[in-house]
């Protein structure tokens, strides 16, 4: 059942469009990823979703509930974690939860939250002495102390190392294992194959498509593979373009890459053995998530317009 409807939603600031003719779904119980670039209008549009922005036009209902006509019904159902939020820097951890449970009718015990979130010992600690991923951690928890049935996490890992950014993501698989639906916001490929269970992708303020993860890479070649390699000596690629199995080859610095489908990698050597090649440093990698976005918006998600 779906928790969250957005149909054609629409915000300009001027003339400049930031999000035009959005649609997308939200089902009960999934982690919803929005995918895409900085500046793509992503964090605009869960804002508007969430009630915190107005919009130009559109529907967007969440639980039942039309959020342009009557947003506060559901205001108290919904934990959210903003791209840049702040707390006073001598704000205590325990003070904080006390200060966003009080928001809420019924909110959860903030002392066993804390300890589920590996903070129970950073209770009495200020905020401005936190790490980074302790007070990611703490973003979390403040999300989750109104007992939400939805929380919305825009951008959660920015700026996180990577065993902090790891460790943040098993905490979303744990608050999605509460119950919880999960709306987040990232323009990380791999957080978004890690966690997401449907994505929307996002690029200059439109929903390119919106699939599983897998099935985003299914679109493109029928989700082939690369082999990146060394050759020991040069060779014409009409070697390996010839073979039905081999969609493209390309040249960086000093290494090949070969695209194609099937038994890639038998074909290609056998084919390079022939000619006395020896393909060193040879890797196979499977075409990612981040090739379907190219795939889709002709661009590179770090790339600007």
């Known amino acids: 059942m779906a928790v969250i409807e957005v149909a054609n939603l629409r915000k300009t600031y001027g003339q400049h469009v930031a999000v035009d ?3 997308f779904t939200v089902e009960r119980g999934e982690i919803f990823g929005i995918l ?24 967007i ?53 804390l300890e589920e979130l590996g903070l129970a010992e950073k209770r009495d600690t200020a905020y401005k002495k936190l790490s980074g991923g302790q007070q990611q951690r ?12 939805i929380a919305f996490l825009d951008e959660l890992t920015t700026g996180l190392d990577p065993q902090a950014r790891r460790d943040t993501w098993q905490l979303i698989e744990d608050v999605r294992a509460r119950g919880v639906t999960v709306v987040l916001v990232t323009h990380f490929m791999e ?29 493109v070649d029928g989700g082939g593979q690369r082999l990146r390699f060394r050759p ?14 081999v969609t493209g080859v390309t040249h960086t610095a000093s290494q090949v890459v070969v695209s194609g ?32 976005f190219v795939a889709l918006t002709g661009r590179k998600l770090g790339s600007e317009n």
């Open 36 to 59: 895409g670039p900085n500046g793509a209008g992503k964090t605009t549009t869960v804002e508007c979703v969430e009630g915190l922005r107005s919009v130009d036009d559109g529907h």
């Open 232 to 245: 020991s000596v040069p060779f014409d690629d009409g070697l390996l373009t010839a073979l039905p199995e």
């Open 191 to 219: 957080e978004a194959e890690r966690l997401c269970d449907r994505l929307a992708l996002v690029d200059s303020g439109r929903v390119v498509a919106v699939d599983s993860p897998a099935g985003l890479v299914s679109r």
């Open 21 to 23: 003719d959005v649609s």
């Open 138 to 149: 703490l973003a979390i928890a403040l999300a989750l102390v109104g007992n939400p049935e």
């Open 261 to 292: 489908t099937g038994n890639l990698l038998q074909v290609v050597s056998a084919a390079l053995a022939g000619r006395n090649v020896i393909a060193m440093d040879l890797r196979v990698e499977q075409t990612n998530l981040e090739d379907a």
């Open 61 to 113: 209902s969440i639980l039942g509930v039309d959020m342009r006509r009557n947003a506060d019904e559901v205001r108290d159902r919904m934990g959210v974690q903003l791209q840049q939020s702040q707390l006073p820097e001598k704000m205590k951890v325990r003070e904080a939860m006390a200060l966003f449970a009080s928001f809420y009718p019924d909110p959860v015990d903030g002392d066993k939250l």
